[in-house]
């Protein structure tokens, strides 16, 4: 068989398995549920434009009540206004949007970083694993949420910033759980035997070490999905995330938080939204090392 052919054979049965990892979890009420969500979520971030029902940074006359209170859902505004009469279930959706693309990359980086820092200490160790294990620990000291306020802060908010603050806070952990697999992989006798044989470093990590941590690279990437969303939603709820007017889940929170009372709603449905995506992402993350984790097979 031709080195093509090999190829053209590994490709096709990475995407028979990617298949028949989507039905199993399609199989599953609450992966399904999960999935469904996000889908769900997707859609409306894409199709914001179309969908809105109201321009979502038009104050509108006929938006707040005679008394100048928000108005309740109903009618003309299916989720109601916001206290400057704003059409909520707009921002609503045009803030799923923000939540999406700051999760997604904020995520991305940190994946990149953590896997990148965690497959390099624990392939080479020695001085160089020491020294990166060393920053990493001293990185997790820190509290996540403290270290974004203060990164936050120092910089100008803005999508890209709030994305790369989350980022450096988040990195950590996957850093952690790469290299402890990494150690443990670079031990094992395939691994040696390769290197007995004269191969590469590029070629042993992208061959043989890669292929095995792509599992559990993927389990906690889907996980931390909901982890940078729910901290850019904290970020922006105390005023050093995503600026207003551009709606984010978290300031639409604070800036209607005077309102708890007399306009629960202002507050209910950017948290029903928060939470419904983070536990989406928790469900799947956690069909996903179910199904991809050898060690837990049988147990479901």
Do not use: C
């Amino acid at each position: 068989m031709s080195v093509t052919d090999t190829s053209t054979a590994q490709g096709q049965r990475r995407t028979t398995r990617a298949g028949q990892v989507v039905l199993v979890l399609m199989k599953r009420p609450r992966s399904a549920f999960g999935m469904a969500v996000i889908l769900l979520m997707v859609f409306a971030a894409v199709f914001a434009p179309w969908i809105m029902p109201h321009d979502p940074f038009e104050q509108s006359f006929d938006g707040l009540s005679l008394v100048g209170a928000p108005l309740p859902p109903g009618g003309e505004f299916p989720l109601g206004t916001d206290l400057l009469g704003r059409d909520l279930a707009s921002r609503l959706i045009l803030g799923t949007r923000t939540s999406l693309i700051i999760g997604v990359l904020a995520n991305g980086i940190a994946i990149l970083l953590g896997a990148g820092v965690g497959i390099t200490a624990g392939y080479f160790g020695g001085w160089i694993g020491a020294i990166l294990m060393r920053f990493t620990d001293l990185m997790m000291a820190f509290p996540a949420l403290l270290l974004a306020i203060v990164l936050a802060a120092i910089f100008q908010p803005s999508l890209l910033i709030v994305a790369l603050v989350i980022a450096m806070v988040n990195w950590v952990q996957m850093a952690r759980v790469i290299y402890t697999e990494t150690r443990s992989l670079a031990e094992r006798d395939f691994i040696q035997v390769q290197r007995a044989l004269g191969a590469g470093h590029l070629r042993i990590l992208g061959s043989h070490l890669l292929p095995h941590l792509l599992s559990s690279i993927l389990v906690f990437g889907t996980l931390g999905i909901s982890t940078t969303v729910l901290l850019e939603a904290t970020l922006s709820f105390l005023g050093v995330g995503v600026q207003p007017p551009m709606p984010s889940w978290g300031n639409i929170i604070f800036e209607n938080q005077t309102y708890f009372t007399t306009a629960p709603w202002l507050v209910f449905f950017p948290g029903v939204a928060i939470v419904l995506l983070a536990l989406a992402f928790n469900l799947v993350g956690d069909a996903l090392r179910d199904i991809l984790d050898p060690t837990l097979k049988g147990r479901h």
